[in-house]
T-cell receptor, first 114, second 118 residues
Framework: SQKIEQNSEALNIQEGKTATLTCNYTNYSPAYLQWYRQDPGRGPVFLLLIRENEKEKRKERLKVTFDTTLKQSLFHITASQPADSATYLCALDMVRPGRRALTFGSGTRLQVQP | GAVVSQHPSWVICKSGTSVKIECRSLDFQATTMFWYRQFPKQSLMLMATSNEGSKATYEQGVEKDKFLINHASLTLSTLTVTSAHPEDSSFYIC??????????????FGQGTRLTVV
């Protein structure tokens, strides 16, 4: 069956360091992959989208890589700040008739210590 | 970015009653909206895809008679939890996509509704 896996353990890092989060998927060949941020009690907020023909994408302090051979995406936050503390979700489009919705990984909680 | 407004943000209801949750796209037309459910420390689970003017498509295991979805206009979709029970207590989130290509655009989410059934 299709699976999207993220490290369920929380990631704790020191302010100023680079946070790296991993998203692995199996039995699926997505055309693109997305990353979202979710704060407690709130809906997810879109961060970045990367297509299968793109190796890397950047937006300010964020960087996403996409390796379709390894079936893996890495999400980096450089110069991390306490305000970056949140749960980060990766998502893939699951294309089935009438069901073009995003399927999410379980998310990784990031805690940036001041 | 586009704004999706969800209401109410939280609701407490008695077991056996029904609760309606609204999802509005404020500055764009959403031909398709999605309803998710999220349990604590778990991911979002897709419940159904709502298309304007037609019946919703439910995911396997989701009771369509219990979770009624109506998408009567291009800016409004509603989810009604009928005859709610404590096990229906959860965080419900709607989302919508913009653009003509529904495949490769990001999704915009409402702020979610915390439902507690007592």
């Amino acid at each position: 069956s299709q699976k999207i896996e993220q490290n369920s353990e929380a990631l704790n890092i020191q302010e100023g360091k680079t946070a790296t989060l991993t998203c692995n998927y199996t039995n699926y060949s997505p055309a693109y992959l997305q990353w979202y941020r979710q704060d407690p009690g709130r809906g997810p907020v879109f961060l970045l989208l990367i297509r299968e023909n793109e190796k890397e994408k950047r937006k300010e302090r964020l960087k996403v890589t996409f390796d379709t051979t390894l079936k893996q995406s890495l999400f980096h936050i450089t110069a991390s700040q306490p305000a970056d503390s949140a749960t980060y979700l990766c998502a893939l489009d699951m294309v089935r008739p009438g069901r073009r919705a995003l399927t999410f990984g379980s998310g990784t909680r990031l805690q940036v210590q001041p | 970015g586009a704004v999706v407004s969800q209401h109410p943000s939280w609701v407490i209801c008695k077991s056996g009653t029904s609760v309606k949750i609204e999802c509005r796209s404020l500055d764009f037309q959403a031909t398709t909206m999605f309803w998710y459910r999220q349990f604590p420390k778990q991911s979002l689970m897709l419940m159904a895809t709502s298309n304007e003017g037609s019946k919703a498509t439910y995911e396997q295991g989701v009771e369509k008679d219990k979770f009624l979805i109506n998408h009567a206009s291009l800016t409004l979709s509603t989810l009604t939890v009928t005859s709610a029970h404590p096990e229906d207590s959860s965080f419900y989130i709607c989302s919508a996509k913009t653009g003509t290509s529904i495949m490769n655009t990001e999704a915009f989410f409402g702020q979610g509704t915390r439902l507690t059934v007592v």
